[in-house]
């Protein structure tokens, strides 16, 4: 009986030692899969579409709106009249340009919007810095109508259309100034009123149909400027936060980029902070530092923001920090418009240029 168990014992410690060395099934094993690269923003072209300046494109992302002044030269006498500006489109497909509006001698179209629904655009005439507010059926030499106040005579140079149709359009009248709202008939039904030392009310957005942001400056309270989200409905208005001359709210409404300070050798500080549907500040995603006349513009998908940096082009990923460069050698960069995922066009003028003459441009990204 010793015997059997004996062998019994040996013949399991065998199978044990059998057992330890065989090597496993690799159909069995758990397997690490590598992480996915995440894909890098990087440029496949920069090709030049037109002089001009660019304003708006069109919903479908087809056509472009831009303003130009028809390659005539600047006069040297003094007290001559600079060239006019006039309203175009472009088919971004081929490239076919067509001249919309007829500016009088010495007026500056521009600050050009399409409405939601594509069949008007809202648009601003200047001489020097007094701007007159105007609307015109997107057709060539459409009617136009001007939008006026006899107590605010000027606007300010930004127009903003509402996804119900309706026009925001800030004035200012030296000291103090207010909002505008104009139905789709193109009928004024409401201003915004300055409050308490908020005289300069400018770069309207709809953040939705009841809510209309703005950044109010001149506040002694903020004297950097706040953004404010104001309730069409009850007129209660939100101070969202501190800002200097810009903002944007990115589509998915998750994010806010704006200028936040400046830093002891002036550059900009830009801050992207995450938001709540209350337009509630978060934490801060990422910051970045730019040169002078900083444009911020969001991606269709909301994961970059565009900024232009003096004369070069950048767009950074709030959720990693990774920064990449567009475009440089330009002496400024003016509107940065986002055709669609893959296509950026933004204006300015090259390094070099004696002229001072916007020329547009399409980036392609890979």
Request: proline content about 5%; glycine content about 8%; hydrophobic content about 35%.
């Amino acid at each position: 009986m010793k015997k059997i168990i004996g062998l019994l014992l040996v013949g399991a410690m065998v199978l044990g030692m059998v057992g330890c060395g065989e090597k496993p099934n690799r159909e069995d094993e758990v397997k690490i899969l590598p992480k996915p690269q995440e894909q890098v923003m990087a440029v496949e072209s920069i090709e030049e579409l037109h002089k001009g300046r660019a304003w708006d494109i069109s919903s479908d992302g087809k056509t472009l709106l831009f303003s130009w002044d028809e390659d005539v030269p600047e006069s040297d006498s003094p007290g001559e009249m600079a060239p006019s500006h006039h309203l175009y489109t472009m088919n971004l497909a081929d490239k076919t340009v067509v001249k919309l509006s007829n500016a009088e001698m010495g007026k500056h179209q521009g600050f050009a919007r399409y409405s939601p629904d594509g069949k008007t655009i809202a648009f601003t005439e200047n001489t020097e810095e007094m701007f007159t507010p105007y609307v015109m059926a997107n057709e060539v030499m459409g009617e136009k109508k001007q939008l006026q106040s006899a107590s605010f005579p000027l606007a300010t140079a930004y127009l903003c259309w509402s996804s119900e149709g309706e026009l925001a359009v800030p004035y200012y009248d030296g000291q103090s100034g207010e909002i505008f709202l104009y139905n789709p008939q193109n009928n004024k039904f409401s201003n915004i009123t300055a409050k308490g030392d908020r005289n300069l009310k400018t770069r309207p957005l709809f953040y939705n149909k009841d809510t209309l942001m703005y950044l109010s400056n001149n506040d002694k309270n903020h004297p950097m400027g706040t953004v404010i989200a104001l309730n069409l409905n009850s007129g209660k208005e939100k101070e969202v936060v501190e800002a200097i001359n810009n903002f944007a709210i990115s589509p998915n409404k998750q994010r806010i980029a704006y200028i936040s300070g400046q830093t002891d050798d002036g550059k900009s500080i830009i801050k992207v902070d995450a938001i709540d549907s209350e337009l509630n500040i978060g934490a801060n995603l990422v910051e970045v530092n730019a040169g002078y006349g900083v444009l911020l513009a969001w991606s269709p998908d909301s994961g970059h923001l565009l900024y232009s940096d003096s004369g070069s082009l950048w767009a950074v990923n709030p959720e990693t920090g990774d920064k990449v460069q567009l475009a440089s050698d330009m002496q400024f960069i003016l509107n940065l418009l986002w055709v669609n995922e893959k296509e950026i066009v933004f204006s300015g003028v090259p390094t070099g240029s004696d002229s001072y003459k916007n020329i547009t441009y399409r980036i392609t990204l890979q």
